[in-house]
């Protein structure tokens, strides 16, 4: 079977050589810092590149299971990629080995380039089809389809949050939880409650305006507007809006002028009875370096947290994949994923992929084996897969320092704090020594790495703002790798 699909976009970079394994191992790279290691190891590594004519690259997966999942989850980060390192005319075409006689299939879809920002969970953007076509809104919602009330299992943990978000999918605008403020760790079902709620919204109102962002997406593309003079243009986009969600709103956190915008954005839209809905990781109070008057808004409506989910909602949620999946797993591979992988939902999701990947790719049956040896596999890439390099780039975005300074001899005060940030992050979430932590950062020796760690322990210890800063920094890591 022959895919192909689509691109109209401009690009950035174009590679003028035309080897498809060269090409494709640049792709890789890139592809590589945008997953998880598990997602890359899973469905990327596997894919082999065949031959490159013209603009298209045709590439061999293993089975269709591969490429629809593939589709359906990494289609716009695909798409990037081979735009970026092709070019504007980049078509990528999947060859399944078994099928390889079947006719082509054209796979069609838009691509804006913001919807990979949007979607850091590596969803794809693909929006609703609405019934009354002629009236639907002229922009993306960049809501994945995925995320619906149906597929979210009920536990205890988030028995609250899904009731109130369940109402305000029903009654947007309606009830008295507006904002709607959902927060707890990472992996826990966060992101797809929001975006559950706009689907919902959508579907009983499908000319209901309802966009989906993170605030980190919000705050690149207003600085954008800053730049490019289309600050109003961007604010009354927002202040347009039916439904406003937010993600990850902690990452406001520490920028006034977005905040002030936002501040701006959120009167209007809450006077005129429009929805709000956010997430975060932590509870409006907790939010320190958040302007005293957003956290006071955000608690004009409901707060409710998500929390880990007990043993029976792992269950369910593992039955309940697997059977989306079209596989049923029996009892004691369920209970041994159950038992073993605790922490979040994302991380249950992880294990149950890579066991069908395990199972696909080896044309191995599931068996509790075959289970035992994918969670092993799992605990240990949660270490491996930080890598100093990642750390380094999210401490000197956050911190807003330039990431070439932290390598060299650079001794500005901000310098060296990311600098002995990211050497005390490094030392905590990887497993690389202290002489190889050094040597990331301008081959520095293993005495500065410990001097490094102690010193930061230390003053996370006694200064909460700092704390605060490390504890935002090392969950936005563990985000993008869970
Ligand atoms: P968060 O935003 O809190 O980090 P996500 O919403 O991205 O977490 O959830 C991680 C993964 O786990 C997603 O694929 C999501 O669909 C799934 N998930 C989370 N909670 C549930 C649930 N209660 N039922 C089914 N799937 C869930
Ligand atoms: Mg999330």
């Known amino acids: 079977m022959l895919i192909t699909m689509d691109n109209s976009e401009t690009f950035m970079t174009e590679v003028v050589s035309n080897d498809p394994k060269m090409i494709w191992k640049e792709c890789l790279r890139l592809i590589k810092e945008s997953v998880p290691y598990i997602t890359y190891s899973t469905w990327f590594l596997p894919i082999k590149p065949l031959q490159l004519t013209e603009h298209t690259l045709k590439i061999q997966v293993p089975n269709n299971f591969f490429i629809e999942w593939i589709d359906e989850h990494y289609n716009t980060l695909i798409n990037k990629t081979i735009k970026q390192i092709i070019g504007v005319d980049a078509k990528l075409a999947y060859v399944i080995s078994e099928e390889s006689e079947l006719p082509e299939i054209e796979l069609k879809r838009e691509e804006p380039v913001l919807s990979a920002m949007a979607n850091s969970n590596g969803n794809t953007a693909t929006k609703k089809p609405t019934p009354v076509k002629e ?15 149906d597929n ?12 109130a978000a369940i109402a305000v999918g029903e009654n947007p605008g309606e009830t008295s939880f507006n904002p709607l403020f959902i927060y707890g760790g990472v992996g826990l079902g966060k992101t797809h409650l929001i975006q559950a709620i706009g689907n919902k919204i959508l579907d009983n109102y499908p000319n209901k305006r309802v966009i989906y962002l993170s605030s980190d997406v919000f705050t690149v593309e207003f600085v954008e507007a800053i730049q490019s003079n289309t600050a109003n243009e961007f604010s009354n986009f927002y202040k347009s ?64 947290d998500v929390q880990p989910p007990d043993f029976e909602t792992r269950i369910a949620i593992l039955k309940k994949k697997s059977e989306n999946y079209g596989i049923s797993l029996s009892p004691d591979i369920l209970e041994y994923i159950a ?52 750390i380094t780039k999210v401490v000197c975005e956050y911190m807003n320092v330039d990431e070439n300074k ?27 020594s202290l002489k190889t932590i050094g040597l990331h950062f301008g081959g520095r020796d293993h005495s500065t790495v410990i001097h490094a760690f102690n010193s930061i322990e230390e003053m996370v210890d006694e200064d909460s703002t700092l704390r605060e800063t490390v504890e935002a920094i090392k969950n936005k890591i563990e985000l993008s790798v869970a």
Not at 272 to 295: A, C, F, H, T, Y
Not at 356 to 372: C, F, G, P, R
């Open 135 to 149: 009236e639907k809104p002229d922009f993306e919602s960049y809501l994945n389809p995925r995320y619906t009330f």
């Open 241 to 304: 809006m039916d439904a406003l969600i937010i993600d990850d709103i902690q990452f406001l956190v520490n920028k006034e002028k977005t905040q002030d915008l936002f501040f701006h954005i959120f009167n209007t839209l809450h006077q005129s009875g429009k929805q709000i809905v956010l997430s975060s990781d932590k509870p409006p109070k907790d939010l320190k370096g958040l302007n005293e008057r957003l956290i006071s808004r955000f608690q004009w409506g409901l707060t409710a």
């Open 152 to 163: 979210y299992v009920k536990g205890e943990g988030n028995q609250l949050a899904r009731a």
């Open 406 to 432: 932290v390598r060299e001899k650079n001794r500005k005060q901000e310098v060296v704090m990311a600098r002995q940030i990211a050497m005390y992050l490094s030392k905590k979430l990887t497993k690389s």
């Open 339 to 390: 038992i073993n992988i605790t922490s979040n939902i994302r991380e249950l999701e992880g294990c149950l992929i890579k066991l069908l990947a395990n199972s696909s790719l080896t044309s191995k049956e599931i068996n509790l084996e075959l289970a035992k040896k994918t969670v092993k596999e799992i605990a240990t890439d949660r270490k491996v897969n930080i890598s100093i390099e990642y």
